[in-house]
């Protein structure tokens, strides 16, 4: 059997092993991740981010303790900065969260950014894919933390907590990040420091200066104390809020449509690049053209313009060669 095969039959090193391959960018993962594919889009996708330093794991081990209590599975994705050595991620998932760790109910997968923006990882979403296809209930996205370039979990997750901490200037932070329009929940972790009254006030002021959202969803904050647990419940309830708003607006079908259109961009983005680097290193016209552009005897423009053309023809030349053949 295959690796999907395996996967599907709840084969967990099967699934560690795809998830390895998908980082590495294996060409044999899009074979598997094809057979997979149909029998993804059952979980629940709750994504976490917010300031390094915001206590965003400790309160993503607290929620995954109360999810496991209520009987359902869980997928967690950790997001790491990338060491610059190894161009792995800095902390592993031996560190994070190590009491779920024997927990077969609970699989959690470390990756690095590997210099992806976004906060997130160039293969996060196949590695969601993978996770839903094992039949996980509830796949946690813990973001890298970097501050200021986090929304693209706003096209991952269904529901995007942001975790503040009084006393870091988050209330600056949110609204050069954006994060604002992205959260459909705020957390106030660390609650008992000095300040958190005001951060509250802070954000509130925010939320009601803010545009009405199209989902007509008002997002509400929550205080925590996530070492010591409290506040975690109410927050889990808070998410179990906004998947009912979601459904009972039919807005969930519109997030569904809207990850799998990134998701689907972005691998076409992604193999188009590869296809015509490939195409012209082959040609070795690449350091020929930039040798031009250095030279100003041509253009970035027309060049593009007339990669295009050719990749198109040279597409158009095998389709037919092919007979008319589609590829899956």
């Known amino acids: 059997m295959g690796l999907a095969e395996r996967i599907l039959k709840g084969d967990v090193r099967a699934a560690a092993r795809l998830m390895r391959d998908i980082d590495d960018d294996l060409p044999d993962a899009w074979h598997e991740l094809k057979k997979l594919y149909p029998k993804t889009g059952r979980a629940y996708i709750i994504g976490v981010t917010g300031l390094p330093g915001s206590g965003k794991s400790t309160l993503v081990d607290k929620m995954v303790e109360i999810f496991r209590k209520e009987g359902k599975t869980i997928g967690i994705v950790a997001v790491d900065p990338t060491s610059p050595f190894t161009g792995g991620a800095i902390l592993g998932d031996r560190i994070r969260m190590q009491r779920h760790s024997t927990d077969d109910g609970v699989f959690i997968r470390s990756l690095a950014t590997r210099g992806y923006l976004g906060g997130i990882s160039r293969s996060t979403h196949d590695i969601i894919n993978v996770m839903?296809?094992?039949?996980?209930?509830?796949?946690?996205?813990?973001?890298?933390?970097?501050?200021?370039?986090?929304?693209?979990?706003?096209?991952?997750?269904h529901t995007s907590?942001?975790?503040?901490?009084?006393?870091l200037g988050d209330e600056v932070q949110i609204i050069k990040a954006g994060l604002l329009e992205i959260a459909d929940i705020f957390v106030i972790n660390k609650s008992e420091r000095e300040g958190a009254e005001k951060l509250e006030q802070e954000l509130r002021v925010m939320i009601e200066m803010a545009p009405p959202r199209q989902d007509g969803w008002t997002p509400p904050i929550f205080k925590t104390e996530a070492v010591l647990g409290k506040g975690v419940f109410e927050l889990i309830y808070g998410v179990s809020r906004h998947r009912n708003s979601l459904i009972e607006s039919k807005k969930l079908d519109g997030k569904n449509k809207l990850r799998t259109k990134k998701h689907f961009l972005k691998l076409l983005q992604t193999r188009l690049l590869e296809s015509v680097l490939g195409r012209m290193e082959e040609g070795e016209t690449l350091d020929k053209m930039l040798q031009q552009l250095v030279d100003r005897k041509g253009n970035p423009y027309g060049l593009v313009e007339k990669i295009m053309r050719e990749h198109l023809k040279s597409h158009l030349r095998s389709d037919h060669g092919g007979k008319g053949k589609t590829h899956s």
Do not use: L
Request: proline share 3%.
């Open 132 to 157: 839903d296809a094992m039949g996980k209930d509830i796949i946690i996205v813990e973001t890298v933390g970097v501050g200021q370039d986090e929304v693209e979990i706003v096209n991952t997750a």
């Open 161 to 167: 907590i942001v975790v503040t901490v009084p006393g």
